[in-house]
């Protein structure tokens, strides 16, 4: 009978709502770019600058990037109405494996619907009871759920912490009754969203040397922009031959519709096309997103300026905001952490600069350590330097009438 947990939930829904962590949705009505019209449900949609996409590299509402995917829709049509191995797939979706292996220097590429569903997949197919998994603890909720569809062992090491990596993998060494696990991966994302700091990829790529464990990074944050070619956070680091999975979303600095991807050495491919079961078991992306996210790539690919200005914007707000004795999380990623520690502060400082015309969003308990509230900041190569002025500004004025 649905009465009976009508009321549970009402009454939990209003448990979320009085804990102040209930999660309400804006709507916009324009496309996502640096300036939108947005608005609270049932409220009028207002001219805002926007802080808080993924799109990085503002490729979101590229005109260039539409015209792809109309020319799809009218080439190749809407859907494809089916999974690949009962009836195949578009020459398209062939063509975007073999660019993204191209793109990160791999061996083969495997897509999948979102990165959520890549990082359900992965697991499960390659690693069993006799494996050993070693994650970091701030890794992305798709990863802690996709290791937890595998039977393998798990272990978790602090944030970023080499130490502590390194007690794990002695832990899976004392595996199958000392034997040690039969496979070992030790698995990071490229790019902890919530700080924007950068996992320690070389570090990690020595232990995992050391201790003959495989290394997968997902780098859904950084793919497409960091490292000179944009091929993401091993690039960086310098470790690009030295991982041996990447997984990735199209959803954020890649055109931002939707699609991820495993994309690693060809046999680690080829067994996840015979097994994943997110891929086995869901319909293939639509052919007009694949041919926009190819041109995506194309358009990163061939081009070094939509990188340069977003990291010159990312510079420029760090400097204007610490000249206005803001306090920053410091980095090197376009995600910049406005640091206020107390979460109401921070909630109404947001709520004041919207009311200024600047789209930022607050992060506290749970979602961040307690008294470590913070504002982040998303800069795109959208944003212009009155857009990014804007910010500033009316930082400084929500500050002021919040803090006095
Ligand atoms: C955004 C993100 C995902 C999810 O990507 P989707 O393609 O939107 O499912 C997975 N992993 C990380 C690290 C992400 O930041």
Redesign the pocket.
Known sequence: MYTDLKDQLAAELAEIETAGLYKHERHIDSPQSARIKAGPLGGAAEDVVNFCA?NYLGLADDPRIVAAAKQALDERGFGMASVRFICGAQDLHFALERKVSEFLGTEDTIL????????GGVFESLFGAQDAIISDAL?????IDGIRLSKAARFRYANRDLADLEVQLQAAAQLNDGAGARRTIIVT???F?MDGYLAPLEGICDLAERYGALVMV????AVGFMGETGAGTPEHAGVSERVDIY??????ALGGA???YVSARAEIVAMLRQKARPYLFSNSLAPSIVAATLTALDLVKDSGELRERLFSNAGYFRSRMEQEGFDLLEGEHAIVPVMFGDAVVASKIAAQMLERGVFVTAFSFPVVPKETARIRVQLSAAHTREDIDAAVEAFVASRAAVLG
């Open positions: 993924n999948f619907s979102s990165c959520f569903d890549a990082n890794n992305h909720a798709s990863i994302d490229g790019v969203s997902d780098d859904s944050h997984t990735g979303t199209f959803g954020k939707s699609g991820g």
